[in-house]
């Protein structure tokens, strides 16, 4: 008599976790906490230079975080620690050297987080479990450089140095953070934490004890040690790879990155950021539209649209129209070129209503005179970051 045999490992996908990891929650077949951490989507810019000031410039989920240390370029590069199925870093380059920071000083690069994401963590409960942090990074500068958790919603942080040990060299780390059983995370969209790489800072944030167990929020204790990037425009930083864990690992125990498609991964990024631009195109006026938007005049003197998100929004975006490539002068954005009477036309179009999941637009002019539908060559984006 002949047995079936059966492979109970078939159809299981996920990471199997080590019998040596400690931890509460494994995570099997989840998606990654840490959207973009392989650096792929970048829906704004491919490069900006000469940054100064806050901003989201390239890659989607990553901020930049400045006040008054040096000039910068940031880029997705192609340099990539080898054999580990990245294709793309985030790079910041120094252009304009601060070797003498004033004490408020600081540039930080950072990646939010929802509270309702976090639930898991059981921040604030006699249950909460400790955090770990992965990622590949490379710089020119080697010494201590600073990683920080800051919890938004009861402004605690907690900070861990890492050790830069080769220059130009990627290299593999794994930070751990303590469970804080104080402050729960709200439990909804809201901006809950941030995961904070220091770059470099004056004394208001480095002149203290460096606070690696939580603590209610305190300047001093932040990033104490960081080396300061700023001081040369020789340097230059890396970083791709970001995974966060529930639970302690170790570099032995850690679970393997979790790779997702192109595809899922712009799908998450465009809950807070999505544009109408083909990927690969910065959002600019001037630019050919993927296609005609139709607006049907309703009042003699004003044309009205309606426009489909690709994906829900975090919250009711900041929606921007940027007119499109035919004829037509006017600013670069809230215009848009309207087709009437043979001729391209360029007018102002307004966001007049916009929730998670579409956007009214409103285009007027006097030349609306009649009842029917009106082309409009335009592009938008819409914005609902953290």
Known sequence: MAFATIDLTKGITGVLPSANATYSTPRLNAQPLIINGDMAVAQRATSTSSITSDGFHTLDRFQTHISSLGTWTQSQDTDVPSGQGFANSLKMDCTTADASPSAGDFCIIRTKFEGQDLQLFKKGTSNAEKFTLAFWVKSSKTGTHIVELFDIDNSRTVSQAYTISSADTWEKKVVNFPADTTGAFGDDNGRSLDIQFWLGTGTTYSSGTLQTTWAGQTNANRAVGQVNLADSTSNNW????????????????????????????????????????????????????PDGRVFGSWDGASARTQIDFATTKRASPTVTVYRGSNAGSGTATGTANFIYSGAWNNHTCVSNHADDSQVSLTGSTSNFTTNGAFVADMNFTADAEL
């Open 238 to 289: 890396y970083i791709t790879g970001l995974q966060l864990e529930v639970g302690e690992y170790t570099s032995s125990t850690l679970p393997p990155f979790q790779h997702e498609s192109y595809e899922d991964n712009l799908q998450r990024c465009q809950r807070y950021y999505e544009k109408s631009f083909e990927q690969g195109t910065t959002p600019a006026a001037g630019t050919s539209a």
